[in-house]
């Protein structure tokens, strides 16, 4: 604990800063709250869109295994543009996919089996999924990082600024009442001999 002064100057500074800590703790309080409860609701997307990729990932390995000698389905697809906006969760801004475009890659459906069509299309879901997953990631990384940051801020304000500035602001009236109470008897020690010195 750093030293303090004990003047009324201090008292005033530390109570002014006791104030701030308790008007912004509130605010991190409601702000971790926001966190988790957004993070909850990431992890549940997550989890589903994670669960349809991996069964598409399951279905198409099944078939891609035995066509893929005959056509080249990678040439057949090109992504042309992601399109991602931004979300504001508690003064955090995360990354929120909107659309993945593909470019058509044009093909001779002459000479192309009558699968290729379906399966350019499961394809390109499956990418799409992919990017999806992988953004929703990135999104519980930021959000557990600032979780992580404001839950230290809390644990700060709450376990040493807040007790601090109070035991600062005790000690400080403790001296200062002592030291009015002094004034006072010397007053009075004073007076007494003032009044024994006039006497004589």
């Keep these: ?54 069964n598409l990932h399951s279905a198409i390995m099944k078939w891609v295994a035995v066509f893929a000698e005959q056509v080249d389905l990678e040439a057949l697809i090109s992504a042309k543009e992601l399109r991602t906006g931004t979300n504001n969760i508690a003064g955090i801004d995360i990354p929120v996919f909107e659309d993945l475009e593909f470019t058509n890659v044009p093909y001779n459906l002459f000479y192309m089996p009558f699968w290729v069509d379906r399966a350019v299309e499961v394809l390109k879901e499956f990418a799409t999924l992919a990017i999806e997953v992988e953004i929703l990631e990135y ?10 940051i404001t839950t230290q801020r809390i644990n700060l304000f709450e376990k040493i600024k807040i007790p601090e500035a109070r035991e600062n602001i005790r000690i400080i009236r403790i001296y200062l009442g002592d030291q009015q109470i002094a004034a006072v008897v010397r007053g009075k020690i004073s007076k007494n001999k003032i009044i024994r010195s006039q006497a004589v």
């Design 1 to 54: 604990m750093a030293k303090i002064k004990l003047s009324k100057n201090e008292l005033k500074s530390q109570r002014e800063s006791l104030k701030r800590f308790m008007r912004y703790l509130p605010t991190l309080t409601l702000k971790k709250q926001q966190i988790q409860m957004e993070l909850r609701k990431i992890e549940a997307s997550l989890d589903k869109k994670t669960e349809v990729y991996e």
């Design 139 to 148: 999104q519980q990384k930021l959000l557990s990082e600032e979780l992580r």
